[in-house]
Each structure stands twice: as C-alpha cells, then as structure tokens.
C-alpha cells in the first residue's frame, strides 16, 4: 500500500469540457491539476485519465 501522504501524478480529464491537464491525486481520491485552481472553462470537477492508451484517437463523439 502507498504512504498516506504520497500524492500521484496524473492526467486529468475536466468534466464539462474535456480539457486534459497535468494533476495530481491526493490518498484520499481528490484530484487537483498542477499550476492552477481550476479548468480555463471555469469548472473545477476533474476526472483520471487512464493514460495507458496508446496511438491515435480519433475525435468521435
Ligand atoms: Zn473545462
């Protein structure tokens, strides 16, 4: 099991928009992106990004 105190580098997701920032998770699940408080769209609800994809993605959706 990991330290209580290590926090994770991470990808994460913004929920409204999709924008990916760096990030990091905290033990205790809360997800916090590195060099600013929030999404440049203004929301700060952010979701892990699995980032063992590898290869293009196209932008369906
Ligand atoms: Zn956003």
Redesign the pocket.
């Known amino acids: 099991m990991a330290h209580r105190d290590d926090v994770t580098r991470v990808l994460a997701t913004?929920t409204?928009?999709n924008?990916v920032y760096a990030a990091r998770q905290w033990p205790d699940g809360e997800i916090k992106i590195i060099g600013q408080d929030g999404?440049?769209?203004?929301?700060t609800d952010f979701e892990l990004v699995d980032d063992s994809a590898d290869g293009t993605e196209s932008d369906a959706g």
Do not use: D, E, K, Y
């Open positions: 913004c409204a928009c924008s999404c440049s769209c203004g929301s």
